[in-house]
């Protein structure tokens, strides 16, 4: 199934899409349920696919170190872009999913696999319609420890094959609305779970040759190729400082915006708070 496809740029990051309501789901009793947050690299990351540029990825790690991550019920419906900060969230209920790091591989599993659960409590019953959360650097017992993301795998072009592995330190944290796809997420009662996501878009990164070359998401993708100009003995080895002063200024600023702007709630845009 494929996506809508959205551009990204610095500047229009503080301007975020939200998907908003009349009316709010009535939940019943007192009693309290459960609230699973959970993050999904979608098909791009669990099935392959083929960059703006022409080279199939397939990906063995995606590893994304996640930080604290808050769901929010609200009395109104909820614009994030008028929420510059988590702080200023007027909340019904507020609920901690996930403390402190927590890195999690989002290639893991079979091709169909669902989404990754990262954090589960126990929350009173309602709508959690917002979602703050952080992509934070690792500790030093983590895969990626010093990182806040590492992904490895393979990038084949015209019977050439190279292994990639690229490691960035680039802490973000977003402030979403409501999930945004074809089913409504968030919603909890005593006899019935609910769940909450964050969602990675990395063909925000490299871009999607199914989509038009003019699109948006196309035109601020940075693409495999410049990556693939970097290689040695067939591989893509790079870390931030790697890419800082081998990439061209243009394609590093695309690289770091493309990061910066990989969360969403399915495909609902979220405000960058921060980003360094």
Excluded at 89 to 102: A, F, N, P, Q, S
Excluded at 129 to 135: C, F, G, I, P, Q
Excluded at 146 to 171: C, H, R, V
Aim: charged letters at 20%; aromatic letters at 8%; proline letters at 4%.
């Amino acid at each position: 199934m494929r996506r809508i496809a959205y551009g990204i740029t610095l500047g229009s990051l503080a301007i975020a899409s939200f998907q908003g309501r009349d009316t709010f789901p009535a939940i019943a009793g007192t009693e309290q349920g459960t609230l699973t947050l959970v993050a999904n690299g979608e098909d791009f990351v669990r099935q392959g696919f083929i960059s703006k540029d022409g080279w199939t990825i397939n990906f063995d790690r995606l590893y994304v170190n996640i930080g604290e991550a808050t769901a929010y019920s609200t009395e109104a419906a909820f614009e994030p872009q008028k929420n510059d900060t988590k702080d200023n969230i007027e909340y019904e209920y507020r609920e901690e999913l996930v403390e402190k790091g927590k890195t999690t591989d989002l290639a893991a599993g079979e091709a169909d696999a669902e989404p990754i659960p990262v954090g589960s409590t126990k929350v009173s019953p309602g709508f959690y319609n917002a979602l703050a959360w952080e992509v934070t650097t690792a500790d030093a017992d983590s895969p990626i420890a010093g990182k806040t993301m590492n992904l490895t795998g393979q990038a084949t072009k015209d019977g050439q094959t190279l292994d990639f592995d690229l490691s960035l330190n680039q802490p973000t944290a977003y402030v979403c609305g409501e999930f945004v796809g074809d089913l409504r997420q968030g919603i909890v009662e005593a006899d019935a779970p609910g769940t909450v996501e964050m969602t990675f878009h990395f063909d925000h990164l490299f871009g999607d040759l199914d989509t038009p070359p003019e699109d948006a998401l196309n035109q601020d993708a940075l693409g495999f190729e410049p990556l693939a100009s970097l290689a040695s003995d067939n591989a893509v080895k790079l870390s931030d400082e790697d890419l800082a002063t081998q990439l061209s200024q243009e394609n590093y600023q695309k690289l770091t915006e493309a990061i910066v702007g990989l969360g969403h709630v399915g495909e609902g845009h979220c405000v960058v708070t921060n980003s360094q």
